[in-house]
C-alpha cells in the first residue's frame, strides 16, 4: 500500500497519495491539499520533508483509511 521512506521529498508524498486514491483539490503556493473519506491531508512540495511534518501527514493518512 504505502512504500515510506526515512526521507521523502513533496513529490514523493504526492505520487503515493494519488496512486492509493487521494485527489487532488487545492494547490497554493508550494503547499498541494489531497482529499479522501472527508480528511484533508496538506503536503509541502519542498525537497525534504522534516520528519515532524512526515509523521504528521502518516497519522492524517492512517486516519482516512480507518473511515
Given at each position: 500500500?504505502y ?10 508524498v ?21 482529499k ?17 511534518t ?14
Open positions: 500500500m512504500n515510506w521512506k526515512k526521507v521523502m521529498s513533496g513529490n514523493d504526492s505520487k503515493l497519495l494519488i496512486n492509493n486514491g487521494w485527489e487532488l483539490i487545492r494547490q497554493k503556493g508550494s503547499h498541494r491539499q489531497y479522501k473519506n472527508n480528511i484533508v491531508c496538506t503536503v509541502p512540495m519542498h525537497p525534504d520533508i522534516k520528519t515532524g512526515l509523521s504528521a501527514i502518516k497519522r492524517t493518512i492512517e486516519l482516512a483509511e480507518k473511515l
